[in-house]
Nanobody
Framework: VQLVESGGGLVQPGGSLRLSCAASGFIFSYYDMSWYRQAPGKERELVAQITSVGGRTNYADSVKGRFTISRDNEKKTASLQMNSLKPDDTAVYYC???????????WGQGTQVTVSS
């Protein structure tokens, strides 16, 4: 099982980035997909989630209206489009998958996002 994130980097405030998570080794379409982030000295927090059934989305209040989560079950990828980035968005972003049935969960290795001028 693998979740591989990509797309992180350094961006100026107000800029955009698109993170991608490529999945393998499990039935992607059966799993809810989420993005979490962890800033230095802070706990890991849920940023956005998209369900396996229906594609329902849920966002942290701090990113609503700026971030969009999506998934492509054929390509086995989940993405996070991040717009209007702020310095407070600086963190390591992690991709997560959870089976609603078994609660089995997988994590990616994380990708660094730094928002700074």
């Amino acid at each position: 099982v693998q979740l591989v994130e990509s797309g992180g980097g350094l961006v100026q405030p107000g800029g955009s980035l698109r993170l991608s998570c490529a999945a393998s080794g499990f039935i992607f379409s059966y799993y809810d997909m989420s993005w979490y982030r962890q800033a230095p000295g802070k706990e890991r927090e849920l940023v956005a989630q998209i369900t396996s059934v229906g594609g329902r989305t849920n966002y942290a209040d701090s990113v609503k209206g700026r971030f969009t989560i999506s998934r492509d079950n054929e390509k086995k990828t989940a993405s996070l489009q991040m717009n209007s980035l702020k310095p407070d968005d600086t963190a390591v972003y992690y991709c997560n998958s959870v089976s609603p049935a078994s609660r089995v969960s997988y994590w990616g290795q994380g990708t660094q996002v730094t928002v700074s001028s």
